[in-house]
Structures are given as C-alpha cells and as structure tokens.
C-alpha cells in the first residue's frame, strides 16, 4: 500500500533537493502556506504564484503548489483579503493546498535552475560563476554556471539554440554582440543578471546569457570590452584586473550578451524538479506522489509591436 506522505515529509525532501542554506540573504524560501501534518498526493508546479497558477492547481486537485518565485518578496503584516497575496493565500488555505517556493536555493542547487539551462542549451559544465563551499553537495553549487560547447559555433547559432530551447513568449530572445563571431565558453544566469555583469567579464565567458538586462549595464559593458579589445589588438595587454584577458593581446571583445524572458528560462528548474522531486519522494518514503507542471506561460507580455 502507498503511503501517505504529510506536508512536513515532503518539504523536508524538497529541502534536501534545494537547500534553503544557500539562499541569497534577502530570500525566504521554503513552506509559504500549510500545515505540516497536512497530506500530500499531488505536486502542482509553476514559475509564478499567480491566480491562474493558484486556481489551475485547485482544480486539479494540488495538495501542494511548487513555485519558483515566491509570494512574498517582503515583510508584509497582514495576509487579510484586501490584497490579493492575502487573498492568494486564503484561497489555498481554504482548499488545504500548502505553497513551497524553491527561488535562490533553487538557483544555486546541484540540478537546480542554473543546471538545468546549462544542459538545455548543450554545454558541458565547468562548474558555479560564483561557487558556494557546500562539501555535501552531489555536484557543483553556487550562482550561475559556466560551461562550454563541444563545438564552437557562431552567436546567431547559439542565440537559436538558446530560443528553441525555451517556451515561446512575446518577449522573445534578444542579442548584444557581433552575430557572425564565433563563441564557445558560455556564462548563464538564469533570471536577473546585471548584477553578475563584471563576473562575466572576468571570467573570460564569450557569451552572457541571463534576463531582464538594461540598456546601460550592457552597453558600458560591450563599449568598454570593446576598447579593451581594441588596444590589445594594437599589441597592449590590458583588461580589468581580474578579467581572463587582461595581460592578454586576444582582440575578442567579450562578452556577447543574450537576453531572455525572465519565466521563460526561469521555468527550467522543472526540466530536473519534476522527476527529481518524484524519485526523492519515491527513494526515502516509498511513496507515489503525482506531480504535474502548469502549462501556462506566466511572462507579463502579451503583446510586442
């Protein structure tokens, strides 16, 4: 006979797959709504918590709704319904429904976010753009990846390999950088990633792929790889201390940048969840939980002229 597994069961499962220790300080991920001894036999999952997600997740029967991007990203004082975050959280506890979010901790996480689109995209792996010391991890853990591809292609080929690898949206997928040149090594961050800009650079990556990226964070950075690349071209080694081609007379300009949709690539993290989550609750409870993945595109966008 299956066991019935209580909410505490499996969040503490999901904790392992995704520890909420490697949070970004800001985060609070982890058990959102529910009660511990609430019983789970399905798993909704979905990028956003949003009331299409929510109700998509009650009708189907969910016992527990698996979101990437929290509910709450600040302190709030009040879950009443004169918000619709409180009203979201009424709804689910109304139906017995528990919210677990795996954000940051996800991100970082062995198979975790960062993971999956780096094998979605077909690179090998080189390990974390910004490593977390975690000696119990199954595998590399930190911020982002950075890998390579088998074959060097050009940036053109890799964006449409990029695109086709991700769900529609009316955002699309766009590019900084020459089409033609040809790339190999590749950072990639799922989600916002100016902040990881200078990460890039100094690891010497050909490509930047990440989301939500402004004009100016990208184009000082090109100008500025450009110049760099132009005096090294002229026989004067020069680069950002700590930059792979500083002291270097290689004349690439680097990176390239690929910008995608936020949800689109952030959607990912369920390529690997949705059967890990499974086979974890399998393996430690002999346990068959149903687990199911929303079908529905959570970006902003619904139209681009």
Not at 9 to 29: C, R
Not at 123 to 130: K, T
Not at 143 to 159: I, K, N, Q, S, Y
Request: glycine share 10%; hydrophobic share 40%.
């Amino acid at each position: 006979m299956t066991q019935t597994l209580t909410l505490k069961q499996v969040t503490d499962v999901l904790e392992t797959l995704y520890p909420l220790k490697y949070a970004e300080s800001w985060d609070e991920p982890g058990l959102i709504v529910g009660g511990l001894d609430w019983p789970v036999h399905r798993i909704y999952c979905a990028v956003d918590p949003t009331y299409a997600v929510v109700r998509e997740a009650l009708d189907w029967g969910a016992d527990l709704l698996f979101t990437h991007h929290p509910l709450f990203f600040r302190s709030v004082h009040t879950v009443g319904g004169a918000g619709f975050r409180g009203d979201i959280v009424n709804m689910l506890v109304g139906a017995r429904c528990g919210l677990w979010v795996g954000h940051t901790n996800a991100d970082a996480a062995y198979r975790g976010q960062a993971q999956s689109a780096l094998d979605a995209f077909g690179l090998v792996d080189e390990g974390a753009m910004v490593p977390i010391d975690d000696p119990d991890a199954r595998g590399p853990v930190g911020e982002g990846r950075v890998g390579h591809l088998p074959e060097p292609m050009t940036l053109r080929d890799f964006a449409v390999r990029v695109r086709d690898a991700l769900i529609p949206t009316e955002l699309g997928v766009l590019v900084a950088g020459d089409l033609d040149r040809t790339v190999s090594r590749v950072a990639v961050l799922p989600g916002s990633g100016d902040s990881l800009i200078d990460t890039a650079r100094s690891l010497g990556v050909d490509v930047y792929v990440t989301s939500d990226l402004r004009h100016h964070p990208v184009t000082d950075a090109y100008q500025q790889a450009a110049y760099e690349a132009r005096l090294r071209s002229q026989g004067i080694a020069v680069g950002t201390p700590g930059d792979a081609a500083a002291g270097t007379l290689d004349s690439t300009p680097r990176p390239a940048f690929i910008n995608t949709p936020h949800s689109a690539i952030e959607r990912m993290l369920f390529r690997y969840a949705v059967p890990d989550v499974r086979e974890a609750l399998h393996a430690r409870y002999g346990a068959d939980v149903e687990i199911a993945m929303s079908p529905t595109n959570t970006d902003p966008w619904t139209l681009r002229l």
